[in-house]
């Protein structure tokens, strides 16, 4: 079974562009989560969705950032304009009901340069 | 609140040594679920193990083991007879059913041959 697809892998942008981060979860997953990690602060929740519906959003950072779930089989998480602060690896993982029980299973990341 | 601490920022090992990687978590909730995941240099996140808070029996998977333990909010994580493939990154994280993961800062483990 495929695992979560995110493209692409490596993005590289100057500050001030528009970069648009996607994701496929898993078939038949009603939960998808966007995350970021650096350094500095690790691993972050920004925003997850349930059943194509934003349920948090608490954890973006700007409004700078947003995200969209067109579909069960597609998100995006967009940036713009970008700063090099949000260089970055982003990641998206999803899950089936979401609870607690429920594993989250990660894509293979993004890694974001603004330069 | 809910928090992870992963004391050990790295550790370094010679291949066939065991390691034991520590994880303490934090959380009022009784109800909880606990993860470790793995980071190999290649970048992504592999998940290891899941573990609920009335579940305490300790597992075995192969080379891998896992103490959880109430009484000391741990969640360890032990590799017998490490190799060099192990070497990575490894998370824990705590999810009270909020479907928010707490993750800790990682242990980054090196394996030498």
């Known amino acids: 079974d495929a695992g979560v697809i995110q493209s692409p892998r490596h993005e590289v942008t100057e500050m001030g562009q528009e970069v648009t981060l996607r994701c496929k979860p898993i078939s038949g997953h009603d939960y998808l989560f966007w995350y970021r990690q650096t350094m500095m602060r690790g691993l972050e929740l920004l925003i997850y969705f349930n059943n194509n519906v934003p349920i948090d959003d608490s954890g973006m950072p700007e409004d700078r950032f947003s995200a969209k779930m067109p579909n069960a089989s597609f998100s995006t998480l967009k940036i713009q304009p970008s700063e090099p602060r949000d260089s970055a690896v982003y990641f998206c993982?999803?899950?089936?009901?979401?609870?607690?029980?429920?594993?989250?299973?990660f894509g293979p990341g993004t890694r974001l340069t603004v330069l | 609140a809910q928090k992870v601490t992963q004391a050990q920022t790295e550790i370094s090992v010679v291949e066939k040594e065991d390691v034991t990687l520590d994880c303490v978590y934090e959380?009022?909730?009784?109800?909880?679920?606990l993860f470790w995941y793995k980071q190999p240099p290649s970048g992504e996140l592999v998940f290891l193990i899941r573990r609920n808070s009335f579940d305490e029996q300790n597992e075995i998977s192969g080379r891998y083991s896992w103490n959880f333990q109430k009484s000391t909010s741990s969640f360890n994580f032990t590799i017998t007879a490490s190799q060099v493939v192990d070497s990575a990154v490894y998370f824990c994280a705590l999810n009270t059913g909020f479907q928010k993961l707490v993750f800790g800062t990682g242990t980054r483990l090196l394996v030498s041959p």
């Open positions: 993982a999803s899950s089936f009901l979401g609870g607690g029980a429920d594993t989250q299973y």
């Open positions: 959380t009022r909730d009784t109800t909880y679920y």
